[in-house]
Nanobody
């Protein structure tokens, strides 16, 4: 059983930056595709981006517009989401997910989820 724990959330002003981490325990991290999603009351769970098990392939939602960067360190069982040029509309609970059979874009295909970390961007 894989457990995921996100960290690094907080409150920033418009234009600020945050780096989120998601650390996995209890599984073979190097064989898991990892995804970042965010959740708001208005939009529900929204895809942010994903990274392949090796880190060779990285995907982003269009609205990221080059502001976010996903990376992973398999030696540390950790995936990162670096967020720059943050906007108030980026305010959400950010969750990471792990999937054994990569589909990347569809939350229903993920096998494991963290509880999320709150990101609040003020104007």
């Amino acid at each position: 059983q894989v457990q995921l724990v996100e960290s690094g959330g907080g409150s920033v002003q418009t234009g600020g930056s945050l780096t989120l981490s998601c650390t996995a325990t209890g599984g073979d991290f190097g064989r898991l595709a990892m995804g970042w999603f965010r959740r708001t009351p208005e939009k529900g769970r929204e895809y942010v981006g994903a990274i392949s098990p090796s880190g060779d392939n990285i995907y982003y939602a269009d609205y990221v517009e080059g502001r976010f960067t996903i990376s992973r360190d398999n030696a540390k069982n950790t995936v990162y989401l670096q967020m720059n040029s943050l906007k108030p509309e980026d305010t959400a609970v950010y969750l990471c997910g792990a999937e054994v059979n990569p589909a990347y874009f569809y939350p229903s295909m993920y096998d494991y989820w963290g509880k999320g970390t709150q990101v609040t961007v003020s104007s």
